[in-house]
């Protein structure tokens, strides 16, 4: 972070960062001295504060993007453990982000230690201002040096003046500071440099030792500063960076552990520069869009993560079609346009949407699942007052903790969503001023088993089931109210009638079964010759046959008593006719060829001998399966 | 009965296997002897008297007969029992036989047998599956929109309707109903739950909480985006158990599918079409087939049904006059045509006084049902048949138990006693001529007191007179001499023949076919249809919104036509085949296979013929499906909304202008502007823009939208005063002179003036126009160069080239340099233009300080 070149952050906001770096040390003297340097090392003051020393704290101002960037050194006697930093009442309530960190080496050998613990005291005897005190990992020996990196970032501290623009101006913004290092010591040596985006100032403080050139205007270096002196400086200049500002985004990351990590991000953006008065002509905007509408924001690019997919652009009335997506290995852009060119006060909303795959973001530690994602928003340049950062866990999530790199409002709530009975657990993080620099990963830690994957489908599973078990108990069930009805009888009979069809065809289908095996063991006999078995087959055959008949017979009596068959019974009794004639031309046929065979007749001499019959039986055969399917028809 | 056989001949001999046999009988009982024709098909019997199908008998295989020594002596027996329900399909039995003659091992053939599904269950499986891709594809055909645009809700009134809905799910039924909307009609506001049709905000709302009910997430806006195709969908099942009811199950198939694409109706109920239409198609044909039903069953059950229908169809459309007007007319029909019987009885009293009863518990409708001039014939007839001879009255289509609940229904509307009092009158006259004379008397009498009374509660002011809507779908011209407010709207023009061919395809060529075999088979059910066809088609022609309401009867009669002849050709084709021929699905045969029999004898060229006529049939119908899609994906898919177009390129361009004005009102002005804008657009605003309008398409008030179209057509000063009386704070006018979009309102503005000068004569039309031409280049008429709506729409126009090649100031939509390039507004500033000039925002200045 500290190595990108503050010029390289262009930032259209009301974005202020101030960055106390300190890499480069002062020869050691006899005090021990805490050393703050900034890369370019624009402004260097020396503060001296009874027994502790700033020296060379640099300041730098970037004040397109609003970044500011500040250096200290500090030469103690004493051993310290603490160092303090503090601010003014109308930047401290701006401050969006601190980080203090120590560093070691120069240029390119500089290297950073982890971040220094930062709290809030309020000292006695002391100004009334905000107060920040940096806990050193270990006290700072006396004569020893440090270089502590202090960056901190503010919004909201530039003004638009004049507030009200037409379309054609340019925009206009104030920006108010002290020359010199806000210390409790004293500072050796200091300069401070407000690096502009345009090179077009209307007016600045000027002070001794000022100069400008190009878009820097620096002041200093001044020396031996003693504490807190605030000469005050004004800079007014153009800046036609959009101010985008967030007023709200609701950031919702939903997990599904079917391979899908869902963010959907709800903004509400405003234009906080100046505010446009007067006309919006779309000519003017059209035909010289740089110079009338010179400060509207146009579009805004998103920094998503590589592999997101379904991506979408959508505010609440419905889809929006000017936006673009540039992937690559690396990193998704998305690039979108609101729906009308923002010029300073107007407002508008929309959500952007999008999946990412969940394996490059959901991890395993000691048991638990860890979802390990960004908390700002996929904009870079774009401050946000709320953010609500909303992690939707799976329903039956347990254990859910959170680990987030900086402190914010933590609550809990429940999310219905589709198949879900008691809701999703949901962890939203809510803090306020969110700036580029809060774009780090967190932790939401959480127990979920694998098994409750399938709790939803198999709850569909089951719906689906109920409702087939249901419907199969609605045709089953009798849900007649008169149970006396003539109708309801007549379909009771009708039942019952249809059952002894039933029954009858199917003894007529085993009959006709039967006449087959006949015919089978016929063809055996062909064959191998082995009357014998033919015979058998006849006998069991006969059997068979015989209990069919008495099975018939009830039903045949039932079918003719019932007043509802009367129009089937005659057909069932012509069939039965039928069957009765072509069970016998069977039985006919197969005695006459057993016979033949036992009288070891040639085979033409039986096909000749039973061609009638055969011919009959075809006949036959035919006219029992018509009747048969005629009363399948009923 | 017994019959002899007298005289049998064999007339196609030649021909081997199954074949006709013609027997001629003669009655053996009775005193009479009457001729009678058996003709045996493929072992089918069916017996014909002078051409007209009597009865089927058993299954008697040709060979049996012919083989029988003496056919002369033949004696069938035939039931006595009612034909039509006898008839059975033989001739598809018989496909199975010769699987069945093929030697197969025992036990495999009994296994296959076993799991065979018989002829009827295979019938049945395909007429399920049938339907059920019939379903799928009304609902699928429909999703046209969300694939080339987006899940977004269409056009003008839906918006309304989907910002009810909204309203309706947030804050729950009571709220919706008490509900005052202070955003529209400003600063009359509007009492919504009053003046609306609920019925889809409700449906929306109960299949939203039904979702959510049963854990699904659904945003409220796909329930709303989806409801129309849902409900298409649904009424493809209604078309086919309508045609299964007027005609057969095929016939109720072919409705099925010819509904699901018919652009007609598609143009109406495509995915986003969230309006009353989409449910109300669907409530209409549920209530007209219920009544088919309940008149051919005479069952209370379907005519309660049907009431519920009605009260469905009431809720949601206001079309639901047509039913009012419709059924009365049909019963009025039956009366006449000598078919009055029980069944309609019951059905009509049950359905006009549940349906009256129920339809008055919607508040929109109110009273109307008694008050309203438009519903005088329903309740005519009504009483009407009160009065008729009761001798039907016997009871053996009703149980005791529905009598008693009739007796109640008729109790509570008084009318039991005019109806028992003229079952006492006939049991004291015993001579029917004197009770017929009494009748005529009564009749005569009630008739005339009805009309007095009618004329009286008509100069009286208690029965309303007919609206204007009404009077000008009997008269297609009134509308435009007397209401412009209706005349104005494009969806009230008369229809033009190419939107009917474009609406209709071949269904416009098979609606003749389908009424001549309606007239060949005349049933109840049949004359409903065709009275149906025929009125709808009538108010089809009047106003081009009305195709919708025709489109089911023209699918219906046309399913009818397709059906039939296709049924008939097949037949014709089968017969001709050998005894194991093609099977069919179809399950009933019917008079066609009997009158078939005799048909075939006169056609010279049989088969070769049908399997013609099949072939071109098939094509006219796949014509008819490629049709209705095209229409359906380039004419019916588009929301109005975004405007697409094809670039230099051929890649689309879209235009969202609409949407990226109304997004701009919404987020960039006070909640509590008031908009002004012509009053198409203010559903829109208040839906989208979330902002409150003078005017909008709710088009309750004329004096109002008359004085926004004469803030309009006034000068500018003039104007002004108008605007600060309305206490407008911007002024949104829609404009295509860039982009080339022809419905804005430059082209609307005639009927702003001419709405204007309806109610302040200060406004004339003629100072709009130069010889009766409408201009708005050099030659145009000074009043209207300079008139408000001119100046909003062209202001600093006249600097953009808008064409190459042509002069700036250019405007495509009407191909002319316009006339007046240096406007100065004073009063209003330009607050806002979409990036393709589509919609312009003026923000009203504060009146200036007086020093």
Request: hydrophobic share 45%.
């Amino acid at each position: 972070m500290f190595t990108s070149t503050p010029t390289a952050v262009l930032i259209p906001a009301t974005l202020f960062r101030e960055r106390n770096c300190t890499n480069e040390s002062t020869p050691p003297r006899s005090l021990s001295t805490l050393h703050f340097r900034i890369f370019h090392a624009f402004l260097q003051c020396l503060l001296r504060s009874r027994d502790f020393q700033i020296g060379s704290p640099d300041r730098f101002i970037i004040t397109d993007s609003s970044i500011h960037y500040i250096a200290q050194e500090n030469n103690g006697v004493e051993a310290v453990s603490k160092v303090l930093l503090p601010y003014p009442e109308n930047q401290a309530k701006n401050l969006a982000f601190l980080l203090v960190t120590i560093t070691e080496g120069k240029g390119k050998t500089k290297t950073s230690s982890d971040r220094l613990p930062v709290d809030v005291i309020h000292p006695e005897g002391m100004p009334s201002l905000t107060w920040y005190a940096v806990s050193l990992p270990k006290e700072l020996s006396k004569g020893g040096s440090l270089t502590l990196e202090v960056k901190a970032v503010f919004t909201h501290l530039l003004t638009p003046f004049p507030e009200k623009i037409t379309q054609a101006d340019a925009q206009l913004v104030a920006f108010q500071d002290s020359a010199h290092y806000l210390s409790p010591y004293a500072v050796k040596v200091q300069s401070l440099t407000v690096k502009l985006p345009e090179p077009k100032v209307e007016s600045y403080t000027k002070l001794e030792n000022t100069k400008f050139s190009g878009s820097e205007i620096k002041y200093g270096p001044y020396e031996n500063i003693p504490p807190f002196s605030l000469p005050t400086i004004i800079v007014h200049f153009a800046n036609n960076k959009p101010f985008s500002v967030a007023q709200e985004l609701v950031r919702e990351i939903e997990v599904s552990h079917w391979g899908n990590v869902q963010v959907t991000e709800n903004y509400n953006l405003i234009h906080a520069g100046a505010e446009l008065k007067g006309e919006f002509s779309r000519l003017d905007y059209e035909e010289r869009p740089h110079v009338r509408g010179a400060s509207a924001l146009r579009s805004l690019v998103a920094r998503l993560p590589a592999r997101a997919h379904s991506i979408y652009y959508r505010d609440e009335i419905g889809n929006i079609s000017t936006s673009n997506v540039y992937s690559d290995s690396v990193k998704t852009l998305l690039e979108i346009e609101p729906r009308y060119p923002m010029f300073g006060g107007w407002r508008t909303a929309f959500t952007i949407g999008y999946g990412l795959p969940l394996q490059d973001f959901l991890f395993k530690s000691e048991g638990k699942r860890f979802l390990d994602i960004t908390f700002g928003c996929p904009m870079n340049d774009m401050v946000i007052e709320n953010i609500y950062v909303k992690v939707v866990l799976p329903e039956g999530s347990k254990d859910i903790s959170v680990v987030a790199p900086f402190p914010s409002k933590e609550t809990r709530e429940a999310k219905l969503s589709h198949l879900d009975i008691a809701g999703r657990p949901v962890v939203v993080l809510e803090k306020k001023n969110v700036v580029p620099e809060h774009n780090q990963n967190f932790q939401v830690y959480y127990r979920f088993s694998s098994l409750s994957l399938l709790r939803e489908p198999l709850m569909l599973v089951f719906g689906f089931l109920l409702f087939f078990v249901a419907c199969i108990a609605y045709v089953h069930a009798d849900l007649t109210i008169s149970k006396s009805s003539s109708s309801y009888i007549a379909k009771l009979q009708w039942d019952e009638v249809q059952t002894a069809i039933q029954q009858f065809q199917n003894i007529m289908n085993r009959v006709l079964v039967i006449h087959n095996k006949l015919d089978a063991s016929l063809r055996d006999l062909s064959r191998t010759g082995d009357v014998q078995a033919c015979k058998a087959a006849r006998k069991t055959a006969d059997a068979f046959l015989k209990e069919l008949t008495k099975e018939l017979k009830p039903l045949l009596s039932f079918l003719q008593s019932s007043p509802q068959a009367l129009h089937i019974v005659a057909k069932v009794e012509e069939l039965v006719v039928k069957e009765k004639e072509l069970q016998e031309k069977v039985m006919l046929k197969h005695s006459m060829v057993v016979d033949s065979y036992e009288k070891k007749s040639g085979g033409k001499d039986i096909d000749n001998r039973i061609a009638a019959v055969q011919q009959k039986i075809t006949l036959l055969r035919q006219e029992v399966d018509d009747l048969l399917e005629v009363i399948d028809e009923i | 009965m017994l019959f002899q056989l007298i005289q049998s001949t064999l007339p196609g001999k030649e021909k081997p296997g199954f074949d006709n046999l013609y027997f001629f009988v003669k009655k053996k009982q009775g005193v009479q002897t009457e001729r009678r024709v058996i003709v045996v098909v493929g072992g089918t019997k069916i017996v014909v008297r002078g051409g007209k199908l009597v009865a089927v008998g058993i299954c008697i295989p040709v060979e049996v007969i012919s083989s029988l020594q003496n056919p002369n002596s033949l004696t069938v027996e035939i039931p006595n029992s009612d034909p039509i329900h006898q008839i059975r399909p033989m001739v598809a039995a018989k496909m199975e036989k010769s699987a069945a003659d093929l030697p197969a091992s025992p036990g495999l053939s009994s296994v296959l047998k076993s799991l065979k599904l018989k002829t009827k269950q295979q019938e049945l499986l395909i007429r399920v599956s049938v339907l059920f891709l019939v379903y799928v594809l009304a609902f699928i055909t429909r999703l046209f929109s969300i694939l080339r645009y987006e899940s977004m809700i269409h056009e003008f009134d839906p918006y309304f309707n989907y910002r009810v809905t909204q309203f309706l799910t947030q804050n729950g039924f009571y709220e919706f109903w008490n509900w005052f909307d202070y955003e529209s009609w400003y600063p009359l506001g509007r009492i919504v739950g009053g003046t609306l049709y609920p019925g889809l905000m409700v449906t929306a709302a109960f299949i939203f909480w039904t979702l959510r009910f049963l854990r699904f997430a659904v945003h409220i806006r796909e329930v709303c985006v989806l409801t129309a195709p849902f409900f298409a969908a649904n009424t493809t099942i209604v078309a086919y158990f309508f045609g299964k009811e007027l005609w057969d199950s095929g016939a109720g198939l072919v409705a099925a599918v010819l509904i699901a694409i018919c652009p007609g109706y598609i143009s109406r109920s495509v995915a986003g079409s969230y309006d009353n239409e989409g449910v109300a198609i669907f409530a209409l044909l549920l209530t007209f087939y219920l009544f088919v039903k309940a008149v051919n069953t005479g069952s209370l059950a379907w005519a309660l049904a049907s009431a519920f229908g009605y009260f469905y169809m009431v809720s949601a459309w206001g079309g639901y006059v047509f039913i009012i007007n419709l059924i009365p007319l049909y019963v009025l029909v039956l009366l006449i045509t000598g078919r009055y019987s029980m069944r309609l009885y019951v059905a009509y009293n049950c359905m006009y006084v549940l349906g009256m009863l129920l339809a008055m518990q919607i508040r929109f409708v109110g009273f109307q049902h008694v008050q309203s001039g438009e519903h005088m014939a329903a309740m005519g007839v009504f009483f009407l048949i009160q009065f008729l001879p009761s001798h039907q009255y016997s009871r053996p289509t009703i149980s005791r138990f529905y009598v008693v609940i009739i007796k109640a229904i008729l109790t509570s509307s008084y009318l039991v006693q005019v109806f028992n009092f003229l079952d006492w009158v006939k049991y004291l006259l015993d001579d029917p001529k004197k009770f017929h004379t009494f009748l005529r008397f009564t009749v005569t009498s009630a008739v005339g007191l009805g009309a007095v009374a009618l004329g009286v509660g008509t100069a009286s002011g208690y029965i309303s007179p007919w609206t204007g809507r009404f009077y000008s779908l009997l008269d297609p011209t009134y509308a435009k001499d007397h209401i412009p407010i209706i005349a104005s709207v494009s969806e009230h023009q008369p229809t033009a023949w190419s939107s009917f061919m474009f609406d209709f395809h071949i269904l416009l060529f098979l609606f003749p076919a389908g009424l001549y075999f309606c007239f060949k088979r005349l049933s109840d059910a049949t004359i409903f249809i065709v009275m149906y066809g025929l009125t709808s088609m009538y108010f089809a022609g009047v106003m081009v919104r009305l195709i919708l309401v025709a489109t089911p009867a023209v699918c219906l009669i046309s399913a009818i036509a397709v059906s039939a002849t296709v049924k008939n050709l097949t037949q014709l084709v089968r017969s001709k085949s050998k005894p194991a021929p093609a099977g069919s699905s179809k399950g009933a045969s019917n008079t066609k296979a009997s009158s078939k029999g005799s048909l075939e004898q006169s056609m010279p060229f049989g088969r070769n013929g049908a399997i013609a006529l099949l072939l071109g049939a098939l094509y006219l119908l796949s014509r008819y499906v490629i049709h209705c899609t095209w229409v359906t994906s380039e004419a019916y898919s588009s929301p109005s909304i975004v405007l697409a177009a094809r670039g230099a390129h051929g890649q689309r361009v879209i235009f969202d202008d609409y949407r990226e004005a109304y997004f701009w009102l919404r987020q960039n002005t006070p909640p509590e502007a008031k908009v002004m804008s012509w009053w198409d657009y203010g559903y829109q605003i208040t839906a989208m823009g979330n902002r409150t309008v003078i005017v909008d398409n709710n088009t309750w008030n004329n004096t109002h939208i008359a004085t926004v179209g004469r803030a309009m057509s006034s000068y500018e000063d003039e104007a002004y005063e108008i605007i600060k009386s309305l206490d407008v704070d911007y002024v949104l006018v829609v404009f295509g002179g860039v982009t080339g979009y022809s419905s804005d309102d430059i082209n609307k503005f005639l009927w702003m003036v001419r709405i204007g000068g309806g109610v302040f004569p200060v406004i004339k039309e003629p100072d709009y126009l130069v010889n009766g031409e409408y201009r708005v280049d050099k030659g145009g008429a000074p009043k209207m160069l300079n008139c408000l709506m001119y100046k909003l729409c062209y202001y600093r126009f006249g600097e953009l080239t808008t064409e190459y090649g042509k002069p700036p100031g250019y405007d495509r939509a009407r191909g002319v340099e316009i006339g007046n390039k240096d406007i100065k507004l004073e009063h209003l500033e330009e607050a806002f233009t979409t990036s393709n000039w589509i919609v312009r925002i003026y923000k009203v200045k504060p009146p200036n300080n007086r020093w």
